[in-house]
């Protein structure tokens, strides 16, 4: 048998445009000479749904646009990913569903069993979990169609209590078909390889694996559709961050395949590409505008912008102040020169000043402190939102993820912007991307990349003034965030108790501005956002000693 | 048997103040003779705790308080919420659970089994669901010990396959005991009443309830414990938005007590006032500062929040600009007369005109829109957050549901502010709130109640320019909010149908605006924030038409 990968890039609630994406791709499957082609999960609707799966219209709309496919699919098997109502009465109203057409008729459909509720998923907000697994046949094949999660109970710490296939594991059968929509973090892949090997050996099955590309909102797919042989080995890997219809044979040749080699930055690179112009083309906006400081965290926004979108929709803008040093605007302009862009410049003293004008009187007798910091920042943001206004373009948000775990930003200030590109990046992988985009193409100033980070609000102000330097601080925030460790933990990996609880104390101060921040693009496995939710009112203090 | 229903305001993550609390109150309970004290669900670290729960450091905490409180817990059994860990290694790592104990140790652990997963609920995201109910013993009564949603499984139209009692409801048994985290909406009273009533028919059996009081960041739980005869008849009702250690007696005394008949605003008024407080007292902030406009959504949260705070910890500043009217200023005054509150005068208009000439070069041959509107709202924004830097006073935010909703606000602007008040609140019950909080003495001026709803951002602006009056458009965003209904059913209401499309598509096109703002108190079963989870880069167009 002939199988067809289509990994193809939904927008959620086009039903139009997923329809004709989906339909045209069977179409080329079909001239291709597959007998079956396979679509990700919750392809028809777009994944995450989120609660627009709520409204009795949308699913409505999804059960039309899956029986519209249905009748226009001949001579063909389609596997495709759409919600289905549960129909018993009890539990939840819909099913996370595998729909299986052919000549005019949906033959089957297959719920998916384990629905991932941790992170950025919140599926069982949804869907009610399968509890009878039934194989499918498909040109006398013998199938195991899951979805996603389904292959992703893990073998030593599982979250569920048992996974479809163990449940079924008396019996044998033919292929593992998995339909995903599994979200990029840079490290993802090798976790994917080896889920899905691991699965094809326990079952001595080849498994086809197609996920979705392309981003929608903070979660972007990465594409890399799979095949594995039975006996664990590569075989196929489809295209990342971008559309691929992909052709295989069933018997599954074994022979391994060269696995992709992208580096950790080229990884990170194209995906925030992707998510830049995603988000601009499923939202509909054309150009962005940002504020450049001379720093290193908007020099990367830019250049990331840039290769987006094209430099004509790109609209960089300084905004010097009295506390800004000459160098900033010179690196700036050397950076726009680099890039192709066009820069504006509009000082903002003497709207500061203003300002200070105008709260004087509530200020009287205090010293200069925070309160003017942000004046300065807010002033930028303000200027930044009016010429998003004005010219209908969309802000983007330079925050990087250190100065956002800490709460060094100002909110509705240096925090404002519709997407936040590099939120997920820590300092020093703001830098590390940065020398790797200049790897092949001198593109970030060296002058940028090598000067004392600062926010510039105050004279001679340094980052390192208020927080400890960035090398350590990134390795603390990691084990904070990303693997959730105490005070305790961390100070016994070497770190030094006060500057560990001094960290720890400000990510836990700041929870309230990251609440108000942008959706951020996630690259990592615990990013800002929809993905970790914390109490804003909570007074917690994390042990320090045992 | 003597039970005390000790209804206590926790604090997340805050283990020393709860655990003090839990404590006083059994020996408040021993005192007056209990034999049995009951506390709410995850009474010991507070609800929600959220993303707390993945940190091995909290989950430590939780079990070495509870052990410290069996340890001090002798000659009564008390029940008390806390997580617990799953030590089967299979499903996820907790359970949320009610621990009895007694004379120094844990008796009985028994785990929830329906986990919320909905609304402003994500419980299946941390805790793993009970699949044995078994029921405990205390002092010879054979009691089912059950954890709020255990008893929610709605009879039409159960969310899940089985409850716990329903599964052994071949058993008798002498009581129910209902712990609970269940938040306020301005309808819940009756909908609990009806299913603790439903379920004390259903199974011959007195029900116990205790419920959580006080606010957590969005919300509010109201109090409200109660007790139910077998018979389904209300036999004891705790107060309301207050503390309260009550003792019932077993047998249940089978007659009715009178219920609680605050109408739907005194309620409304009473839990922003506690969410307001709450907000403030567990996040260890004194004061608040607010806009004021002269117009009713900024005078209703000057009211309650001199209410929560009192009014020398509300400080109002009035800052008109060249748009603004005279009456604005005299109305605002006046209304801070009637608050006892001391208010500050800040005109715009020069820091207006200096952003004017920033971005003159910028808007060249551009007519004044939104872009100019939205700069006077930032610069008001700015203004209250610097005073709110220099002085340590937190911004409230004066926003509405209707404003919400349709995006009519200023993102950074008069949508900023650390805590929305009035974001639950559609504008024609906010207008209804003011009326009801002047029956008893008259606190909003007249003139703010009767004039014209207006932004006042250029000459002679209404809402009702680019809205539909309030009292069409808010019925159309409680059938689309509220009721999920898309354009076909609310037309089918008697709705315009162009009126109808052009709201739903405002709502839509909006929802990048409330990504990014505050907390909002909530007080209705659908609130913005937790409880709506739309994706921004969706597009759908609900149909217009069968």
Known sequence: ??????????????????????????????????????????????????????????????????????????????????????????????????????????????????????DVFDEYRYFEPNSEFNFIHIDGLKVALTICEDLWNEEDDPMYKFSPLEKSD??????????????????????????????????????????????????????????????????????????????????????????????????????????????????????????????????????????????????????????????SIKDAIELCDHLGLSHSIIPIQDVFESFLKATEKSFEGKPFDIAEENIQSRTRGTILMAIANK????????????????????LYGDMAGGLSVIGDLYKTEVYA??????ESKLIIPHNILSKVPSAELRPNQKDSDSLPEYEILDKILFHHIEERLGITDIVLKGFDEPTVAKTIRLVFSSEFKRFQFAPVLRVSTKAFGTGRRMPLVAKYQYSNGR
């Open 433 to 438: 991307l940065c020398e790797h985009i200049n």
């Open 1 to 118: 048998m002939r199988i067809a990968l289509a990994q193809i890039n939904c927008h959620i609630g086009n039903f139009a445009n997923n329809a004709s994406v989906i339909r045209s791709q069977i179409a080329s499957a079909k001239q291709a000479g597959a007998q079956l082609v396979v679509f990700p999960e919750l392809a028809v609707c777009g994944y995450p749904p989120m609660d627009l799966l709520d409204s009795e219209d949308f699913i409505h709309k999804c059960e039309a646009t899956i029986n519209q496919l249905a009748e226009a699919c001949h001579g063909i098997t389609a596997i495709i990913g759409c919600p289905s109502r549960n129909t018993s009465l009890k539990g939840k109203n819909l099913f996370n569903s595998a729909f299986v057409i052919r000549d005019g008729k949906v033959t089957d459909v297959v719920h998916k069993t384990l629905l991932p509720t941790y």
């Open 391 to 410: 010219h209908r373009y969309v802000l983007l948000n330079t925050s990087n993820k250190s100065e956002l775990a800490v709460g060094y930003g100002t």
């Open 170 to 327: 008396s019996e044998s059968f033919d292929l593992i078909i998995n339909i995903a929509a599994s979200p990029f973090d840079y490290a993802h892949r090798e976790k994917r390889l080896a889920i899905l090997s691991r699965n094809a050996k326990k079952f001595k099955s080849p498994v086809v694996y197609v996920n979705h590309v392309g981003a929608q909102n903070d979660l972007i797919f990465d594409g890399g559709s799979m095949v594995i042989s039975a006996e664990g080995g590569l075989t196929h890997e489809s295209a990342y961050f971008s559309p691929a219809l992909d052709i295989i044979d069933f018997p599954i040749d074994s022979k391994k395949t060269s696995p992709s080699t992208d580096s950790k930055y080229e990884r990170i690179r194209k995906a925030l590409v992707c998510g830049i112009r995603d988000y601009f083309e499923k939202c509909g906006f054309n150009d962005a505008v940002l504020g450049l400081s001379g720093g290193v965290d908007s020099a990367l926004v830019a250049a990331l912008a840039t290769e987006a979108l094209g430099p004509k929709r790109v609209h960089p803008v300084l905004m010097p102040s009295g506390f800004s040093s000459e160098h």
